[in-house]
């Protein structure tokens, strides 16, 4: 008959076998009330969730910068941390659910908990420490809950901080818990964008063309294209004057620029939502901006033309018109989906801001 060895004594063990893990948690803990963080209790932010009318940005910076006065991580990082989780909760609900009320963080329960950990649901600081999970009390309560904000986003930004916590070192330590280029280089977009705006609330859109410009557009997601070879439209063409100034519909980085055989010339821009906007056949560029560049929703980034289908320069295959498309970022790929149903809200929006003005 096998031996059968209760969770408690196991985890008591692995608290005898720990005593340094145990005493240098012991140590960040006091070091973490030293610095401050004794101010940043659970009452706190469970008061801050409790608060129906709370602006949603203003929680989140207040628990950013709470983060980053303990962590010396600057707000910008963590926000951008956040961020890109809360863009694969979006993605994939399934798979990477939200498991805060303000942080947009997903973390596995055994990456939490340590993968040899016989407790999933672990809340030791101790025995998760030494079955090497990720999972720390941020907030000093004795408890690392994955279910807490600021334990959740915390955790992230300590195990990401371990190679450095300057702009030049931050990014390996992405690298470090994603092991995914696309993951770093998206975490080192958003904190650009967040650093040049220095606010959260950068979500409004913009049509992509003038209001008051001459133009026409009908949902073409899905039509069939013949030129290099069958393939399906995947954006919508909105048909305007040759020069019509286009305008970028979000707030974003600018990710490409240049020539493409089938949308001449073309610039791709990055939005907080991890949403790729991309703006093709057209006549030119502003030529002041280029790749890393930060853009707002309305300003202007080029011109309507009927540029691609051909080698650099190749126009006038067809009518000036703007190819728009939108393409969602999964983590390891990228997705078109049909933008003619934003590009509706978005113009029904604009003309009500105009008219309020």
């Known amino acids: 008959m096998k031996a059968f060895i209760p969770i408690t004594a196991l985890v008591a063990a692995a608290s005898l076998l720990a005593a340094p893990a145990a005493a240098q948690a012991a140590t960040d803990r006091q070091l973490l009330h030293a610095r401050g963080a004794a101010s940043v209790s659970s009452r706190a932010l469970a008061l801050a969730e409790e608060t129906p009318n709370a602006n949603p940005f203003d929680q989140r910076r207040d628990l950013y910068d709470k983060l980053s006065s303990v962590t010396n991580v600057d707000w910008s990082w963590i926000a951008a941390v956040d961020q890109y989780e809360r863009s694969m909760s979006k993605a994939k609900p399934k798979a990477h659910p939200m498991l805060g009320q303000i942080a947009g963080v997903f973390v596995e329960p055994e990456r939490w908990a340590g993968p040899l950990n016989p407790d999933a649901d672990d809340s030791s600081p101790v025995s998760i420490s030494f079955f090497k999970g990720i999972g720390k009390d941020g907030d000093g309560n004795g408890a690392a809950e994955r279910d807490n904000d ?5 955790s992230l930004i300590s195990f990401m901080s371990e190679s450095g916590f300057t702009d030049e070192r931050f990014p390996s330590g992405v690298w470090d818990y994603y092991h995914n280029s696309r993951a770093v280089q998206r975490v080192q977009q958003f904190a650009a964008i967040y650093k040049h705006f220095g606010k959260l609330d950068l979500f409004e859109h913009a049509f992509p063309l003038p209001l008051g410009a001459t133009y026409s557009y009908k949902d073409t ?18 048909f305007a004057g040759h020069g019509t100034p286009v305008r970028s ?11 493409n055989k089938f949308g001449g010339w073309r610039i791709g821009i990055r939005d907080l939502n991890n949403h790729y906007h991309y703006y093709a056949h057209l006549s030119g560029f502003d030529k002041t901006l280029g790749v890393g560049d930060i853009v707002t929703a309305g300003q202007v980034v080029g011109w309507v033309g009927s540029s691609g289908y051909g080698k ?21 790929l990228e997705w078109a989906f049909d933008p003619y ?3 509706r809200r978005w113009e029904t929006a604009e003309r009500k801001r105009l008219r309020g003005k």
Not at 249 to 259: R, S
Not at 312 to 329: I, R, W
């Open 249 to 259: 519909t979000c707030y974003g980085i600018i990710e490409i620029k240049g020539w």
């Open 150 to 154: 600021f334990d959740l986003l915390y």
């Open 341 to 343: 149903p934003m590009l």
């Open 221 to 238: 997601w899905g039509d069939r294209r013949g030129w290099g070879g069958r393939r399906s439209h995947e954006g919508t063409d909105l």
């Open 312 to 332: 650099p320069g190749t126009s006038g295959k067809f009518p000036p018109h703007l190819h728009y498309g939108v393409y969602s970022d999964r983590g390891m």
